[in-house]
């Protein structure tokens, strides 16, 4: 029987050299930070092994990195693990989970598409979401985005 205790502990022990920190949020809820190249082998573990849900990823700009954060939920246990990993913003690359579960592929695809974030082994990574004349490279989440269109209007319904 799966407990929290013996789900972290595992985790910290089968994959020690891979373990970057560990944040213990709350009884629910834990952020584990991993090296970038770990992601497929642990993210693969936790869902095969474990027999978590993968939830969905969240990729955001940060000052010096990327981050991407994987959400799986252990529903037996009613844990929400989030794994951590950081980029490096000239080159932000990291293996494609999509070989483990399909329910990767669009989110990794909108990551790619809004970020730039590249994604080793995806199977299609065109675009989801922004239209066919944005510009190749123009990442619109990033912080250094800059309007490409002098016409447009995207001021997300906020008045001036």
């Known amino acids: 029987m799966l407990t929290r205790e013996g789900v972290l502990k595992d985790l910290q022990e089968r994959f020690k050299g891979d373990i970057i920190d560990i944040f ?3 009884p629910k809820r834990v952020y584990i ?10 993210a693969g573990y936790t ?9 969905i990823a969240s990729g955001v700009d940060m000052r010096f990195h990327f981050e991407i954060l994987y959400h799986f939920t252990v529903e037996d246990i009613n844990l929400l693990i989030s794994y951590r990993v950081k980029l490096d913003k000239a080159h932000p690359e990291i293996e494609s989970l999509t070989s483990i579960f399909e329910a990767s ?21 065109r675009r989801l979401l922004l ?30």
């Open 47 to 55: 869902f095969r092994d474990l027999g978590a849900r993968f939830n």
């Open 24 to 26: 213990d949020k709350s």
């Open 33 to 42: 930070g991993i090296k970038p190249e770990a992601i497929k082998k642990i």
């Open 105 to 125: 592929n669009w989110i990794e695809r909108e990551m790619h598409e809004i970020l730039g974030i590249h994604f080793k082994g995806h199977p299609d990574l």
């Open 131 to 160: 239209p066919d004349e944005w510009p190749d490279g123009v990442y619109p989440l990033r912080r250094d985005y800059k309007e490409w269109d002098s016409t447009a209007i995207r001021d997300r319904g906020v008045d001036r």
